[in-house]
């Protein structure tokens, strides 16, 4: 069992950054593949990025590609999106998930791949 809760959201102006922290309890969180999701009003909760069990392979959604980062670490269970440049068309309430599968970089994208979710944190871009 992994219990999941996002911080750091907040209202911020277009070109600004934040940071988003996910922090996990259970002792087994070192082995999940963590993501972060994203859902704007009205639309599909979608992919932002993901990381790996060891923490050196990621993956990004295209559109935040290059202003988004995903880390973490595991002696604070604790996992971080550094979102930097941000714009108007970011504004969603953010997910952190975690999975127990494989990875692989068309299952992780995938809502429905993850067995644990946090109860999302805010963020809005203001232009």
């Known amino acids: 069992q992994v219990h999941l809760v996002e911080s750091g959201g907040g209202l911020v102006q277009a070109g600004g950054s934040l940071r988003l922290s996910c922090a996990a309890s259970?002792?087994?969180?070192?082995?999940?593949?963590m993501g972060w999701f994203r859902q704007a009003p009205g639309k599909e909760r979608e992919f932002v990025a993901a990381?790996?069990?060891?923490?050196?392979?990621?993956y990004y959604a295209d559109s935040v590609k290059g202003r988004f980062t995903i880390s973490r670490d595991v002696a604070k269970n604790t996992v971080y999106l550094q979102m930097n440049s941000l714009k108007p068309e970011d504004t969603a309430v953010y997910y952190c998930?975690?999975?127990?599968?494989?990875?692989?970089?068309?299952?992780?994208?995938?809502?429905?791949?993850?067995?644990?979710w946090g109860q999302g944190t805010q963020v809005t871009v203001s232009s």
């Open positions: 259970g002792r087994t969180f070192s082995s999940y593949i």
């Open positions: 990381i790996k069990s060891s923490g050196i392979i990621t």
């Open positions: 998930a975690a999975r127990s599968g494989a990875w692989n970089t068309i299952v992780v994208v995938r809502t429905t791949e993850y067995d644990y």
